[in-house]
């Protein structure tokens, strides 16, 4: 668990990550460079959910490097589905990662949202819905690996 009291912003009790896999964690169906590394060490302190519709038909490759599984959403609807998924596991402790216009739902009902610029690109819906945006995946997952740097970026 990950626990942060936020001056201005709240109390973040953080149980959960739910991510998504293509343009956020992997770019062009090939995960991307230190993403290994920092799930693995999150792993301690929150449970990792991935969400990917398999876009690039290679996440068995990505699931294997991560030593996950990932949870494969059907075509249609897509961010209805992951928003639900984020419900449904609790979304006042799940920080969600996402860059796609099919995040934006789950950015914003999650306690919090984090967007990222993707070399795939970012939707302005995923933008307006998070808390926080980052230049990447690594610079993302190192908010949550320092926390410090949650509560300098969200106080008010």
Known sequence: MLTLDIPGFG?????????????TLAVDGRL????????????????IYMLTANTHGRQHEID????MQATIIPGGNEAAQKADFV????AAHTVSLGQGANDAAMLEVAALGICLLSPEGTSKLSLLAADILVPDVQTA???LLYPNRLKATLRR
């Open 11 to 23: 109390r973040l009790d953080l149980r959960y990550l739910v991510t998504d896999v293509n343009g």
């Open 32 to 47: 991307q460079d230190g993403v290994a590394e920092r799930l693995a060490r999150l792993q301690e302190r929150l449970e």
């Open 64 to 67: 294997a490097a991560l030593h």
């Open 87 to 90: 419900r449904r596991l609790g």
């Open 141 to 143: 997952l190192d908010l």
